[in-house]
């Protein structure tokens, strides 16, 4: 029994687990200036070859609290007139 629990948990399906919590969006994060987690709204910064960049801030004082990156799954392609 101890081993199919072990063999559950092997570096197979490693792959498997990671796609399964791919991306997570913050809805709260802490706010030095508020001193306390606050909700937060998220803004697209840059859009960039490798992917988007957004920022996250306070809903009640504007300050920035973080940033994240999206990476694109697939090559960025630009089409030019």
């Known amino acids: 029994m101890m ?3 072990q063999n559950t948990y092997s570096g197979d399906n490693n792959m498997a687990q990671q796609d399964s919590y ?5 809805t709260e994060l802490y706010c030095p200036k ?3 987690a606050v ?3 998220k803004k ?3 859009v960039l ?3 988007d960049k957004y920022d996250y801030s306070c809903v009640f004082c504007g300050t920035s609290l ?3 990156m999206d990476l694109r799954k697939r090559p960025f392609t630009a089409l030019i007139r």
């Open 3 to 5: 081993a199919d629990i």
């Open 22 to 26: 791919g991306d997570f969006d913050a």
């Open 34 to 36: 508020c001193k306390r």
């Open 39 to 41: 909700p937060v709204r």
């Open 44 to 46: 697209l910064l840059l």
């Open 49 to 51: 070859s490798n992917g």
């Open 66 to 68: 973080g940033d994240k």
